[in-house]
Nanobody, 123 residues
């Protein structure tokens, strides 16, 4: 059974940092793009960041550019999202996603999704 399991969420003060992890199991994702989306209460799920299968290309939403960094370790079948300079508006449930096509993933139609991890940033 293919699973993506997020971890690392929590409560942090504005200006602080968190590092999210997404551990994949059931199959290797070394040939797939991986990424992160988030959904705040009462809002649509939105794209945050994506990384190509080899890690050579990364993509970010304008709202997180310069503050968040996506990375992956294919040997561990895991991706990460380092979040710095967090703002209250970053509060959301963060979801890990994976798909063979990075455009499909960025569009929000990725084949695989995790259950999400809550990130809360207090002011």
């Amino acid at each position: 059974q293919v699973q993506l399991v997020e971890s690392g969420g929590g409560l942090v003060q504005a200006g602080g940092s968190l590092r999210l992890s997404c551990a994949a199991s059931g199959r290797t994702f070394s040939s797939d793009a991986m990424g992160w989306f988030r959904q705040a209460p009462g809002k649509e799920r939105e794209f945050v960041a994506a990384i190509s299968w080899g890690g050579g290309k990364t993509y970010y939403a304008d709202s997180v550019k310069g503050r968040f960094t996506i990375s992956r370790d294919n040997a561990k079948n895991t991706e990460y999202l380092q979040m710095n300079s967090l703002k209250p508006e970053d509060t959301a449930v963060y979801y890990c996603t994976a798909d063979a096509g990075i455009s499909t993933l960025i569009s929000g139609s990725g084949r695989y999704w995790g259950q999400g991890t809550q990130v809360t940033v207090s002011s």
